[in-house]
């Protein structure tokens, strides 16, 4: 099982940006897909972006061409850039980890791994 540690999270404006860090456990994640989700109470847990072990990049509608994932396999970590927030765009955000995902990486059924989640809070 791979360990997730998300951070990064935290209190903004209307506007403002975050940038949200995952750092895994395992040594080697550079055939992992790794994908963000988030989470506000009462609904489904919410798929943001991913990235593939090929390095291949998914968006959400509601979050494309303001946020932008990336990876970086020696330091074993992903990145959520996060620009021009919203008050919508408050909840849990979570990292997550999956081998060799090529499809659907969207659903969050298709990851085994998780991080405990980091709060992200857009005040309008």
């Known amino acids: 099982q791979v360990q997730l540690v998300e951070s990064g999270g935290g209190l903004v404006q209307a506007g403002g940006s975050l940038y949200l860090t995952c750092v895994a456990s395992?040594?080697?994640?550079?055939?992992?897909?790794m994908g963000w989700f988030r989470q506000t109470p009462g609904k489904d847990r919410e798929f943001v972006a991913a990235?593939?072990?090929?390095?291949?990049?998914y968006y959400a509608t509601s979050v494309e061409g303001r946020f932008t994932v990336s990876r970086d396999n020696a330091q074993n970590t992903v990145h959520l850039s996060m620009r021009g927030l919203r008050p919508e765009d408050t909840a849990v955000y979570y990292c997550?980890?999956?081998?060799?995902?090529?499809?659907?990486?969207?659903?969050?059924?298709?990851?085994?791994?998780w991080g405990q989640g980091t709060q992200v809070t857009v005040s309008s």
């Open positions: 997550a980890a999956a081998p060799q995902l090529s499809t659907e990486v969207f659903s969050p059924t298709r990851y085994g791994d």
């Open positions: 990235v593939t072990w090929s390095f291949t990049q």
């Open positions: 395992q040594r080697t994640m550079s055939d992992h897909t």
